[in-house]
């Protein structure tokens, strides 16, 4: 059982940043591939972005394409969503995802293919 903590999420205004994190309980994190999703009140939980454990292949959502970054950091097991020109469309609350049983180059976009998730950490983009 993998043990996932996000952290990072607040309030901010529109054009703002954020850097979200999530920290994970095995010391075998690095094998595993981790997503980013997001629910907005009344939504259904989407796909943010994607790390696979190698880190070769990230994917993004179109809609944060260009303004999120997605990266981990192996010697602190994390793995981070760093949120720039916040609009107030994110909104929501961020949840990781993990998963090891994929392929090094894997990065899942389906939430279906996560097995283990954090209790999420609320984003608010307003004025």
């Known amino acids: 059982q993998v043990h996932l903590v996000e952290s990072g999420g607040g309030l901010v205004q529109p054009g703002g940043s954020l850097k979200l994190t999530c920290a994970a309980s095995?010391?075998?994190?690095?094998?595993?591939?981790v997503g980013w999703f997001r629910q907005a009140p009344g939504e259904e939980r989407e796909f943010v972005a994607a790390i696979s454990w190698t880190g070769g292949t990230l994917h993004y959502a179109d809609s944060v394409k260009g303004r999120f970054t997605i990266s981990r950091d192996i010697p602190l097991n994390t793995v981070s969503l760093q949120m720039d020109n916040l609009k107030p469309g994110d909104t929501g609350v961020y949840y990781c995802?993990?998963?090891?049983?994929?392929?090094?180059?894997?990065?899942?976009?389906?939430?279906?293919?996560?097995?283990?998730w954090g209790q999420g950490t609320q984003v608010t983009v307003s004025s």
């Open positions: 995802a993990a998963e090891d049983l994929v392929h090094e180059f894997a990065a899942p976009v389906d939430q279906n293919e996560y097995r283990y």
């Open positions: 095995t010391r075998t994190y690095i094998s595993y591939a």
